[in-house]
T-cell receptor, first 114, second 114 residues
Framework: QQQVKQSPQSLIVQKGGISIINCAYE??????FPWYQQFPGKGPALLIA?????SEKKEGRFTISFNKSAKQFSLHIMDSQPGDSATYFC?????????????FGQGTTLQVKP | EAGVAQSPRYKIIEKRQSVAFWCNPI?????LYWYQQILGQGPKLLIQ????????DSQLPKDRFSAERLKGVDSTLKIQPAKLEDSAVYLC????????????FGAGTRLSVL
């Protein structure tokens, strides 16, 4: 019930293409779904996050799509650039009076080819 | 604004030795987290502090791992004795509030146990 499953494990996209990473969760009590970006030798950094009261959130080239009934959410990177090459982690947590503990997915390594 | 500081960046020890990691969170952040990130996996929460107190240490191997947060600011994580399977990156993160929200990560300490 505490797992967050992420796919694919790795992804290669041409410059200008769309990168799509998917996550699924089981615990319906989760109410905060962030995506983190991690470059080699660095800690994860928050990219974008969504709460389940909306179905989509867009920030620049990054969009989260959220499907509450299917318990799935995905990250779309439009016009992918070589600088987007990194590892991406989805996560989920219960806030609102709970500890806010983040459960991370296994990660997706994205390579954007020039 | 200064980020989360961690030291050392790298550490190599032999099994059964002890090791300690240090973390200085962002000033004013009430919550501090220690994560273990094994190569190719997402971060896994080891322990979470709110100010001085521990709110979640359910996944901390307490027979060998210990952590403390001094005066609600800096924190140290210790492993004694280390095992081969402890080889990982140890990430420290902090957040402003006490019930979830954005977490800011340090660059981590890469531990190799030989």
């Amino acid at each position: 019930q505490q797992q967050v499953k992420q796919s694919p494990q790795s992804l290669i996209v041409q410059k200008g293409g769309i990168s799509i990473i998917n996550c699924a969760y089981e615990n319906t009590a989760f109410d905060y779904f962030p995506w983190y970006q991690q470059f080699p030798g660095k800690g994860p950094a928050l990219l974008i996050a969504i709460r389940p009261d909306v179905s989509e959130k867009k920030e620049g080239r990054f969009t989260i799509s959220f499907n509450k009934s299917a318990k799935q959410f995905s990250l779309h990177i439009m016009d992918s650039q070589p600088g987007d090459s990194a590892t991406y982690f989805c996560a989920a947590s219960r806030g609102s009076g709970n500890t806010g503990k983040l459960i991370f997915g296994q990660g997706t390594t994205l390579q954007v080819k020039p | 604004e200064a980020g989360v500081a961690q030291s050392p960046r790298y550490k190599i020890i032999e099994k059964r030795q002890s090791v300690a990691f240090w973390c200085n969170p962002i000033s004013g952040h009430a919550t501090l987290y220690w994560y273990q990130q094994i190569l190719g996996q997402g971060p896994k929460l080891l322990i979470q502090f709110q100010n001085n107190g521990v709110v979640d240490d359910s996944q901390l191997p307490k027979d060998r791992f210990s952590a403390e947060r001094l005066k609600g600011v800096d924190s140290t994580l210790k492993i004694q004795p280390a095992k081969l399977e402890d080889s990982a990156v140890y990430l420290c993160a902090s957040s402003l509030g006490t019930s979830g929200g954005r977490q800011y990560f340090g660059a981590g300490t890469r531990l190799s146990v030989l």
